[in-house]
């Protein structure tokens, strides 16, 4: 788990401001399904914005299509609902100007994945100071129900009758190959554990990037309900804590253990200390390849924090980078305007 | 400064107005150094001059392939002049190929310096010649000066440690020499730019002046030339002058517009030919504030650039007219969230890749038309390489007073041309202003100023104005999302309203010549200096011809319509197939007659006479004369 942190530059003079979730809620009209697994996540947000101690006005949101990106909206903050796939591009350009701003991007998987997949990737392998959610419903909501990037292999829809004949992209995985240096994955029905995993992105220093398994109550109900239920949930769930052995189960009777790369679960593992235990930061990110490959129902979904590492974020390197030069050389335009050869005409 | 040089007397020495040379050989024998530094050395000896570079888009195409030839061409003067030049005085032919594919464009009588070294059985294969040219009488029309350059080049670096390799890439310097002489010209800039250069390889430094040294003694110690010429400088306005390329002037001006307004600036790009000089540029000046953000690609430059527009700073994206395409969708967000933004278009043949190092005007429709919706933004036109500047100052002040995208539309030509530049005064450079919402309480997001029309721009910081803004049709009461007929209705003819009253605020079109007469020639962007010198040509063979150019074309400058009025004809030549034509015949349904070339290269001053007289009736049709080997490279 990563120390909290927070930003210097959000602080003014010392002045925490003293909100509460309701200073976050804006005046315009939620306008999900009812149902839609988008509220949870919206309440948990809401929630945990006051404890970041950030004013308002230092907070942005930006988000491009998709049903989840209406969420911006919904946030008394400033907030940006752009154009499809390229929330991160526009979320990229306004931390790097302002690397002072709390800047969230909420994205969804057609729109983070399909269109805008380019994007994530180098905004990952920059390391920009962003908190993007990604809300994975594995369909295309708004347009009413087409099979997605992360639709499993042989989904029947709308635009796949027959069944999709291509392979899902897992976003966590993704993440983990573009070097993402914060990646977890929460739920949207088990708010505890989103909260918990929303606050921790925030906390994190450089990109992190979290993947919340949300329920499409009208073109993809139930998705993740196999192992999301709550009567099942300690049963095909196993939550990730870092340095703490895999453990899993109503009695957290079970675990998992290594056989030479390919993990397995051990029942009944009371006694048994060969279990794999979680590390976040370890400099290798093998383990968390591990972990990300384990699915339903051969293993419990792994939530929580795959991945946490330090590196510099692009936005500061490059105000460094700003800093440094002005420092070395104070502008004069002047002088710039009259450099290279020159010459007199009298 | 020029070194006083002496002069054999041997030599005589003949004084010329203007000479137009072009430099032609592989595209890896530095042909463009050559031109370059020429150049240069030329403005500073204080001629007026304007250039041509023109290369392949292989970097390196096969060695002595005839699509592997790179050309520099410029034109300097004793007088004012606006163009490189129809036809070359001089050629210098580093090979079989640089020969083949340029000296159908040398002059009758002109001089034809050529390498005849380079002419070997190979190289003559390879640019398909099945006589040796140099020996068959071809070339008899011009004076043929063959040179052995390449031995000439390896005996005066006997004794280096270089590789013959790298001996023979030195025969540009040598080149250089030998036209620097011929045109008494000082080695003196050239020597302080390769020491500069070359400071951490004194080993090639030591090589390239040996080299650039011989070449100017062969010119003094041989009986080669009959005679030396001499280009007296320019009377121009008094000042301090430097060169600039038309790319550099526009990152300066958009450094000067950061400056002169007290934003920093954000300017994101992707590579791309041939817009790229402003990406190096600027990523140069970081000590400025600037931040420049090489993406991931054309959208995520745009993206980001409206990013940091949202962010409160003066933001920039920079391409050429492939990457225009890619950014509409993102550019039409900045349209419909009224966010200032530049957008540098460095224009190039297309369509698709077409052809990228070759210069066109074909990106005006796009500019004004290419976006869903109805989506006005400003578009600007610089006229010339250092007009540039002052015109990136103009599009920056446009998008902060009008909170509106403003297209700035280069070309390849005006971006590599370069020309000798009057260095303003800090005090001659425009204000630019801009105004974030003022807090006062009465924010709201789409409130206009009663003039301008302009949004208030609340950036993220501002306490109290949180807010949301997105391409989605916005309520003008409250900014909400709205979908309201009349609102639509309403926030549609108020973007348009808005880039309208630019015109209100923008110079009237002035007139090269009288305002009334027979014909109007009427242009845009890097065209500027070959349609007026046409104009002024005519009017001194005794025509009625004047010629008028646009630097703004939408909104166009309110009395053009006045000024279309005073010609009984109206000619419009562009580098597309009748782009400005179409507007003009719809805005003002005037019988305006394109006169149009799609060839990748700039307008010739005969070409456009050739065109007048045929419109004043004193010919027949006309029709260009591309030549078979009209075209540099490749």
Known sequence: ?346 | MTTETRLPTEHAVEELDRVTIRFAGDSGDGMQLTGTQFTKTTAVFGNDLATLPDYPAEIRAPTGSLPGVSGFQLSFSSSDIRTPGDQPDVLVAMNPAALKTNVGDLRTGGLLIVDKDEFNATNLKKAAYSVNPLEDGSLAKFQLVPIDITRQNELALEGTSLSSKDKFRSRNFYALGLILWLYDRSMDTTVRWATEQFKRRPEVLDANLKALRAGYNFGETTELFRVRYQVAPAQVAPGKYRHISGNEATALGFIAASVQSGLPLFYGSYPITPASDVLHELSKHKNFGIKTFQAEDEIAAIGAAIGASYGGHLALTGTSGPGLALKSEALNLAVMTELPLVVINVQRAGPSTGMPTKTEQSDLLQAMYGRNGDSPVAIIAPATPSECFFMAIEACRIALKYMVPVIFMSDGYLGNGSEPWRIPLMSELPKVEYHYAPSDGNFSPYKRDPETLARPWAVPGQKGMEHRIGGIEKSAATGDISYDPRNHHEMTLARAERVARIARDIPLMEITGPSTGDLLLLGWGGTYGAITSAAEAARKRGLNVSSAHIRYLNPFPSNLGDVLSGFKKVMIPELNNGQLSLLIRGKFLVDAVGFNKISGQPFKIAELEGKIDEMLGLAGPYTFDFGQSASLGG
């Not at chain 1, 390919?262 to 009944?268: D, H, K």
């Open chain 1, 1 to 346: 788990m990563t120390t909290p942190t927070i930003h210097a530059a959000d602080l003014v003079n010392g002045d925490l401001p003293v909100l509460s979730r309701k200073d976050f809620v804006s005046n315009q009209e939620v306008r999900w399904c009812p149902g839609c697994g988008d509220y949870s996540i919206l309440a948990q947000m809401q929630k945990l914005l006051p404890e970041l101690k950030i004013p308002r006005e230092k907070i942005v949101f930006v988000s491009g299509i998709g049903c989840s990106s209406r969420f911006p909206y919904y946030v008394e903050t400033y907030g940006f609902h752009s154009i499809h796939g390229r929330a991160l591009t526009i979320a990229t350009g306004l931390k790097t100007a302002r690397p002072e701003l709390t800047v969230f991007v909420i994205t969804g998987d057609g729109d983070g994945l399909s269109i805008g997949g380019n994007h994530l990737l180098h905004a990952m392998r920059r390391n920009v100071d962003l908190n993007v959610i990604l809300f994975n419903n594995r369909i295309y909501g708004l347009t009413k129900g087409q099979f997605s990037p992360t639709s499993e292999f042989g989904k029947v829809t709308k635009s796949s009758p027959y069944g999709t004949v291509e392979a899902p992209l897992n976003p966590i995985r993704v993440a983990l190959a573009a070097g993402a240096t914060f990646v977890a994955r929460s739920v949207d029905r088990d708010i505890k554990h989103l909260e918990e995993t929303l606050f921790q992105a925030t906390q994190h220093k450089g990109m992190s990037f979290v993947e919340v398994y949300q329920n499409c109550n009208i073109f993809n109900d139930g998705a993740f309900a196999a192992f999301t239920d709550k009567e099942v949930r300690q049963e095909r769930m196993i939550y990730l804590q870092d340095g703490k052995p895999l453990r899993f189960g109503n009695e957290m009777q079970h675990g998992v253990r290594l056989n030479g790369f390919t993990p397995e679960v051990v029942e009944n593992a009371a006694g048994e200390s060969g279990l794999l235990v979680h590390k976040t930061d370890s400099d290798n990110p093998t383990l968390a390849n591990i972990l990300v490959g384990m699915d339903y129902p051969a293993f419990p979904v792994p939530v929580g924090v795959f991945r946490s590492v330090q590196r510099p974020s692009y936005d500061e390197l490059v105000q460094q980078q700003v800093d440094d030069a002005v420092a070395k050389s104070p502008p004069h335009f002047e002088e710039l305007l009259n450099s290279g050869e020159t010459w007199e005409v009298n």
